[in-house]
């Protein structure tokens, strides 16, 4: 099956920063990269996604970016704020049914 | 508005007892799923249905079941829970078709005493 990775699994940015987090995915079918924003003691909720024949992808101050060739994707966020601290997870899919999550990244913002 | 929610939203537990957490849709999702959230692992799938009295393994199923006998509910049952099962629980639905997204609920936190 497939076997999302995560990195880093905690980030610290100053407000204003950028911050960056990255994932690799082992099977080269899937076709399907959403991001989920979850804040403490929420429920996940999908920010962005990318789908295979699309290299990037903005949305105001976020934005994915897709290798295929390497088979690795990544979420931007520019001009950080106190209210992006939140875990953030990546997921790909292969069949359009079954998503797989990488392990989470819990971003802190400072003020 | 339709919704996917999620009951209880707390439970403790004894080992060894069964327990069944619910999970309800009105959105007429086909797809529905159950996944475990744990630090260090993030979300791994439980049991996944692609609609009534369809239901399939994920990757940790074991101890787990679920049934789907209409297209909105799919309930969760540890048959006997054990401390391991400790965790939060989030059930998970999509419409048919390709590439998707993911409408979570709003999660149940599950403690085996």
């Known amino acids: 099956g497939e076997n999302v990775e995560q990195h880093p699994s905690t980030l610290s940015v100053q407000e204003g920063d950028s911050a960056v987090i990255k994932c690799t995915y082992s099977?080269?079918?899937?076709?399907?990269f959403p991001w989920y924003k979850q804040e403490l003691g929420k429920r996940p909720q999908l920010i962005i996604d990318i789908r295979s024949n699309v290299g990037e992808k903005k949305d105001q101050r976020i934005a994915v970016t897709l290798n295929k060739t390497a088979k690795h994707f990544s979420l931007h966020i520019t001009e950080t704020q106190p209210e992006d601290s939140a875990v953030y997870f990546c997921a790909a899919t292969n069949t359009g049914n079954q998503f797989y999550f990488g392990t989470g990244t819990s971003l802190t913002v400072i003020p | 508005d339709a919704e996917i929610t999620q009951s209880p939203r707390h439970k403790i537990t004894e080992t060894g007892r069964q327990v069944t957490l619910a999970c309800h849709q009105t959105?007429?999702?086909?797809?529905m799923f159950w996944y475990r959230q744990d630090l260090g692992h993030g979300l791994r799938l439980i049991h996944y249905?692609?609609?009534?009295?369809?239901?399939n393994k994920g990757e940790v199923s074991d101890g787990y079941s679920v049934s789907r006998s209409n297209t909105e509910d799919l309930p969760l049952t540890l048959e006997s829970a054990a401390s391991s099962q400790t965790s939060v629980y989030f059930c998970?639905?999509?419409?048919?078709?390709?590439?998707?997204?993911?409408?979570f609920g709003s999660g149940t936190q599950l403690s085996v005493l």
């Open positions: 959105w007429n999702h086909n797809n």
């Open positions: 099977d080269s079918a899937s076709n399907y």
């Open positions: 249905s692609y609609g009534v009295q369809d239901t």
């Open positions: 998970a639905s999509s419409p048919l078709g390709s590439n998707e997204k993911l409408f």
